[in-house]
């Protein structure tokens, strides 16, 4: 990899920290030659720390390893993106990002339906008159219980089933969009998010 550690007169490039895993960025450093080459020779993340004029290993005294997947140079050579798995927090401060996020998967805009079915949810626990407008048919989901949700998306699954055995890929579309849905709604009903389905997912990896 070619990088152009010599653009900057202080020899540093910025190296952007991204989990391989959920994509969320972690935090921003600094690496020199010698903080890149030992990253690679230890496969734990190594930057040049400005403030203490040293190469500082993160995780080095709380034990918050970045253990590192991959990295990347930009198109200019002067910008590392390196892919981690990280042992713990990573900001000083405890937190899980340097902008005081949680490091969670998001599945973009289904995290999104899931948040708007979670309102609905709430919804469906208050008083008619104090309920949000337009929120009626997953609402009215809710208050019938789990029965009717579980039967919805057994009626989308065959649906969907039937429009797989024709060659109509619109239809297909609509009842497979229209089963994800539903299968949403019954997640929330138990409990549970997309999160738990992705964390028996990736129990049986092998």
């Not at 219980?145 to 109509?168: L, P």
């Not at 929330?188 to 992705?198: H, N, V």
Request: negative net charge; contains cysteine.
């Amino acid at each position: 990899m070619n990088i152009d550690f010599k653009k900057n007169t202080d020899g540093l490039v910025p190296a952007i920290i991204q989990d391989a895993l959920t994509k969320n960025v972690l935090m921003l450093g600094y690496m020199d030659q010698a903080a890149y080459d030992k990253t690679l020779e230890t496969g734990k993340v190594t930057f040049y720390s400005r403030t203490k004029r040293r190469l500082w290993t993160k995780g080095e005294e709380s034990g918050h390893f970045l253990e590192m997947v991959e990295i990347k140079n930009d198109c200019d050579q002067d910008t590392l993106l390196i892919y981690v798995n990280p042992a713990g927090p990573t900001c000083h401060t405890g937190s899980d990002t340097c902008w005081d996020e949680k490091n969670e998967p998001s599945f973009g805009f289904f995290s999104q339906l899931e948040r708007v079915i979670a309102d609905r949810k709430a919804d469906a626990s208050r008083e008619p008159s104090s309920r949000q407008q337009g929120s009626s048919y997953v609402v009215s989901l809710f208050e019938k219980g789990i029965n009717k949700i579980a039967q919805k998306v057994g009626e989308e699954a065959v649906e969907t089933v039937i429009e797989a055995k024709d060659s109509n890929d619109d239809l297909f579309l609509n009842e497979s969009a229209d089963l994800l849905f539903h299968y949403l709604i019954l997640l929330q009903a138990k409990g549970f998010t997309l999160k738990d389905i992705e964390a028996v997912l990736k129990s049986r990896e092998k």
